[in-house]
């Protein structure tokens, strides 16, 4: 990367979370919802961004998980403990609980995987909705409260949104590192060729429980955060769709690509309630937009630009070719 | 609550739709590495299709004909042109993606185009019960489990028998060499297409008549099949047909004698341990693992 491109990502960088700070000042209570709903779902994706895009391992379970912590913070909060103890809770569960499912995945692979995750994720919609000692049934459990910090109140929608997004942050900078870490280079590695991973020393076992409780650690942290931001959980938002929807967020952002489940959650959260002047059929429409995205790049969003990306760079080595003669070592396409 | 035998019988009329709707299921997956995620709103479609045909006066059997052939024409070829060859080259999971937001475009579009309510569908089977063995069977039940398994055997025997069964089942198996000894692949894919859409419209036709047309109707029999297809053997015809009888049946049982709180538990249940110990299905074979 250039001098220029990297001031230009720096610029937009900062322009993005400038708009993220301030824009918000003019919305009104839906408009931070939805804003809110959006930097959770963005956590909860990537999460699975991380299981899937990084690591290769097909998970259609990351909703149960955000199901999981959702219930954990709701049934801690209500009865009078803080926030903080419930997102720690709510995350080390589901770490956990992510841990082992990931055990099946050293045994199958792709669409197995897939079906096995599908099927935890019906079974844990089942155990929400049955067991009403614990999590009320289908009535649900009402009234989750808002949290203190430093004595701050955060139940004015603003506040609870800066909450999100501070975490949304924080959740982004973990990310960035640990991508660029070892570890995260194991996962490509296990994404990639798992056979050659395994061959070269890394502990492919290992990677593969961490990859999925990692993530499923991080679809509990988007749960404990979502909870608060309804104050209320039942169990149809946490049914099998949610799982699919977050599948959906990472394919169309752009699967193994950083900015990808941004992306794909602004497209799942924000779109159809742009779409919303479309009226009954704006879910129609939503969905044919998804399938022709698909269509037109399967990569998702992040893979039309990096398709572009790579066109120029590879359009301006040729022409550096051509104008140097086909001696000259390749250096632009880096 | 009723004996066992209704039980089981009952079971295997619904198992029966199952499995039409999961060889159909199977049958994409083998030769285009397609998972449909639509397929409980496939079979959904084509009674709608139906219904409108016959709000244009038509006489009944000639709506079931036409809906049929409609549904063969959108289900089938305009689904594989429009949507799966753009998409096939590009890898499992962005189809499989666009497949969900299909489903959400054929549920919602029944909703605003057709009717969110759910409505009464004639029956092809005589109601009415026979007695079996001192129990009272209705005869829709027994007339479903007829019909059914008649198109799955029909359709067993077509791939078995036939020279243009065999060379699908070639076309599914190795499509390389398929190719190299002269079959049309191409083609071979194409027909697998529209017999899983001439499929989830008998599904569609036998099943509708119990529950009601509704926009929603596909969710349940949806994943049922996709069950059944699982624990059978993904690359099996004759695996979704047992799978999709011993779905029917396991589910029932669990209704009455587990929980009905818990009924869809039971076949999950049996879904993980196939697939964690069995992951070819009951009667299918080892699928090469990709490492």
Redesign the interface.
């Known amino acids: 990367m250039t001098r220029a491109h990297r001031l230009l990502a720096i610029a937009i960088g900062a322009g993005v979370v400038a708009a993220l700070v301030f824009a918000p000042l003019s919305l009104n209570r839906y408009g931070l919802y939805i804003l809110s709903l959006w930097s959770v779902m963005s956590i909860a994706a990537i999460g699975l961004n991380l299981t899937l895009g990084y690591a290769g391992q097909v998970s259609l379970a990351q909703g149960a998980f955000v199901g999981i912590g959702a219930y954990a913070a709701a049934i801690m909060t209500v009865d009078g403990l803080p926030l903080s103890l419930a997102v720690a809770t709510a995350v080390a569960l589901c770490f956990v609980v992510g841990w082992l499912l990931g055990y099946p995945a050293l045994r199958v692979q792709h669409h197995y995987l897939a079906f096995v995750t599908l099927a935890f994720s019906t079974l844990a919609f089942l155990v929400f909705r049955n067991e009403e000692w614990l999590t009320n049934g289908v009535y649900g459990i009402s009234g989750v409260p808002r949290p203190h910090i430093f004595g701050l109140s955060t139940t004015p929608p603003l506040r609870f949104y800066y909450l999100c997004l501070f975490t949304l942050g924080v959740v982004t900078l973990a990310c960035w590192r640990l991508v660029r870490s070892p570890w995260g280079r194991a996962f490509v590695a296990l994404r990639e060729n798992p056979m050659r991973a395994l061959s070269l020393g890394v502990d492919t076992r290992r990677y593969t429980l961490m990859a999925f409780a990692i993530g499923s650690a991080l679809g509990g942290l988007a749960g404990a955060l979502y909870a608060p931001l309804a104050e209320f959980v039942d169990p149809t938002s946490f049914t099998l769709s949610l799982s699919l929807n977050l599948l959906m967020m990472v394919i169309i952002g752009g699967s193994g690509f950083f900015f990808g489940p941004y992306l794909g959650a602004m497209t799942a959260v924000l779109l159809p309630e742009w779409l919303r002047i479309a009226e009954g059929y704006y879910l129609i429409v939503y969905a044919l937009l998804v399938m022709g995205l698909l269509i037109y790049s399967p990569t998702g969003i992040l893979g039309i630009l990096d398709r572009y990306l790579r066109d120029r760079s590879a359009k301006a080595a040729s022409a550096l070719h051509a104008a140097a003669g086909a001696s000259l070592p390749d250096e632009t396409a880096s | 609550m009723s004996s066992l035998f209704d039980l089981v019988i009952s079971g295997l009329a619904t198992g029966a739709i199952y499995a039409l709707v999961a060889i159909g299921f199977t049958l994409l997956w083998q030769t285009s590495q397609t998972?449909n995620?639509a397929q409980g709103e496939f079979a959904m479609l084509p009674a709608f299709l139906m219904l409108a045909v016959g709000r244009t006066g038509a006489p009944f059997w000639l709506a079931i004909i036409l809906g049929a052939l409609l549904s063969v024409a959108i289900l089938g070829i305009a689904f594989k042109k429009l949507?799966v060859d753009?998409?096939l080259r590009?890898?499992?999971?962005?189809?499989a993606?666009?497949t969900?937001?299909?489903s959400?475009?054929m549920k919602?579009?029944v909703?605003?185009f057709f009717s969110a309510e759910a409505q009464p569908f004639p029956s092809i089977a005589p109601s009415g019960s026979v007695s079996i063995f001192g129990s009272e069977v209705s005869l829709q039940s027994f007339g479903v489990f007829a019909f059914g398994l008649a198109a799955v055997i029909g359709l067993n025997l077509f791939l078995e028998r036939t020279s243009t069964g065999r060379q699908m089942q070639a076309a599914a198996q190795n499509p390389t060499v398929a190719r190299i000894v002269g079959v049309p692949v191409e083609r071979m894919i194409m027909l697998t297409f529209v017999i899983n859409a001439a499929l989830v419209a008998l599904a569609s036709l036998l099943v509708t008549p119990i529950y009601l047309a509704k926009f929603s109707s596909g969710e349940t029999l949806g994943?049922a099949a996709?069950?059944a297809a699982?624990v059978g053997g993904?690359n099996q015809v004759r695996g979704a047909i047992i799978g999709g009888l011993a779905i029917g049946v396991l589910d029932n049982l669990a209704a009455a004698y587990v929980s009905t709180?818990?009924r869809?538990?039971v076949s999950?249940?049996l879904?993980?341990v196939i697939?964690?110990f069995r992951?070819e299905g009951l009667v299918g074979r080892s699928e090469e693992?990709?490492?």
């Open positions: 998972i995620f949507l753009p998409m590009h890898g499992v999971l962005p189809l993606i666009a969900m937001a299909l959400v475009a919602e579009s909703k605003q994943q996709f069950i699982i993904f709180q818990y869809a538990a999950l249940a879904l993980i697939i964690l992951p693992r990709t490492v």
